[in-house]
């Protein structure tokens, strides 16, 4: 492969690369062994610099672009290992040094610092992706998929007729991950779902909630409903974190009769709206929070919904504000969740989220499950 892209150079040019001992060492290394895909594309981008800095050298009309150096650098470091690049960058300073010393009129002090910066940046980003074991852009699309799996497995799955629910997922500062997820399991006619706060926000909580969403998940609907929070406390225990804590809420919801029971485990407390008198009542349902004590002791409680009555589950993202007492934030949600009646839950969930986040630099997450 690379004698067929010399063979596309100029002769004047071809006689030249022959009398460069860098090439020559380039040229033996690349036919060592088999050729691999970094190989071939430290080949390519090593026969772009030559090319370019010859070209740039041997321009008369400024119609050589050499800023065609930064992208090669830049593509070194998204594509090529810290090995492989400091190679690849040992080629771009000697086409450099070689038009400096023709003394091309491109080839200035901007030049030379913006190849710095941009030299600096491809070595850290080939540092962090060796790091990681990925190559190119993989590490960036692993994050993404991280990403979507998470916010799938927070939608709630389908209920029957005359049941409904709504997910309302804000993380602080506009990031893609933050401390807040929903794990849900429905099987039959009974509904499981348990709201996490990890403490902290954006990525350094991001990291553990996708860790616990999947843990939390799979003990969610495999052990008993009593025994699901008192699981997660000892999975916790397990891990030895010696930062933050995990809060979580759990209910449990029999979709025949509208029964369902609340466990907390320093949580802030969830909320039923009941239709009949039109007000908001505040479960008393209680716990430590996960992680902190062996054996954890939950104080559930138990209620009915009935037609047009909903339970709302909340992170203190939405409640809590410094120097403000949380009854008082509590309050303000209630206040503002009234309006959710008469326009309906489904439509106005997030814009209660939106207008109680408004003031907060925090992770904030919402669920309210409703009977029609």
């Known amino acids: 492969m690379l004698?067929?892209?010399?063979?596309?150079?100029?002769?004047?040019?071809r006689a030249v690369l022959r009398r460069i001992p860098i090439l020559v060492v380039l040229y033996r290394w690349l036919r060592r062994g088999k050729l691999t895909r970094e190989r071939y594309v430290f080949a390519a981008l090593a026969v772009s610099a030559v090319a370019v800095g010859?070209?740039?050298?041997?321009?008369?009309?400024?119609?050589?672009?050499s800023g065609v150096l930064v992208l090669i650098v830049l593509g070194g470091g998204l594509l090529l290992k810290v090995r492989t690049l400091v190679a690849l960058l040992g080629i771009v300073v000697a086409m450099v040094g070689y038009n400096a010393w023709k003394d091309v009129p491109a080839i200035g002090p901007g030049m030379i610092a913006t190849l710095t910066i941009t030299a600096v940046l491809a070595l850290t980003l080939a540092r962090t992706r060796q790091k990681l074991g990925v190559q190119g852009?993989?590490?960036?699309?692993?994050?993404?998929?991280?990403?979507?799996?998470?916010?799938?497995?927070?939608?709630?799955?389908?209920l029957p007729?005359?049941?409904?629910?709504?997910?309302v997922l804000l993380q602080a500062g506009g990031s893609s991950f933050g401390g807040d997820f929903v794990v849900s399991s429905c099987d039959g006619d009974v509904l499981e779902v348990a709201l996490v706060d990890v403490s902290g926000k954006g990525t350094d909580a991001g990291t553990r909630a996708l860790m616990l969403s999947g843990a939390f998940g799979g003990l969610l609907g495999s052990v008993q409903p009593d025994r699901?929070?008192?699981?997660?406390?000892?999975y916790l225990q397990r891990q030895r974190?010696?930062?933050?804590?995990?809060?979580?809420?759990?209910?449990?919801?029999?979709?025949?009769?509208g029964e369902y029971t609340v466990e907390s485990a320093g949580h802030p407390p969830a909320v039923q709206f009941d239709a009949s008198g039109g007000v908001w009542r505040v479960s008393s349902a209680?716990?430590?929070?996960?992680?902190?004590?062996?054996?954890?002791?939950?104080v559930p409680e138990r209620g009915t919904l009935r037609p047009g009555d909903a339970l709302l589950l909340?992170?203190?993202?939405?409640?809590?504000s410094p120097g403000s007492d949380l009854d008082a934030g509590i309050d303000r949600l209630l206040g503002e969740a009234e309006r959710l009646v008469p326009r309906g839950f489904a439509t106005g969930a997030k814009e209660l989220v939106a207008t109680m986040a408004a003031a907060r630099d925090d992770d904030c997450a919402l669920v309210v499950i409703w009977r029609a």
Not at 54 to 65: E, I, Q, V, W
Not at 314 to 320: A, C, I, K, M, R
Request: proline fraction near 6%; charged fraction near 25%.
């Open 54 to 65: 010859f070209a740039t050298a041997s321009d008369t009309r400024g119609l050589a672009p």
């Open 241 to 257: 974190w010696d930062e933050g804590f995990v809060t979580a809420v759990h209910v449990v919801v029999d979709l025949r009769t």
């Open 228 to 234: 699901f929070l008192p699981a997660c406390n000892i």
């Open 161 to 167: 007729d005359g049941w409904n629910s709504q997910v």
């Open 3 to 13: 004698q067929r892209l010399v063979q596309l150079l100029p002769p004047r040019v």
């Open 286 to 298: 209680k716990g430590v929070v996960l992680g902190v004590v062996p054996d954890l002791n939950c």
């Open 314 to 320: 909340y992170t203190d993202g939405l409640v809590e």
């Open 137 to 158: 852009l993989r590490g960036d699309s692993m994050l993404l998929e991280l990403r979507d799996r998470l916010r799938r497995q927070g939608e709630l799955p389908e």
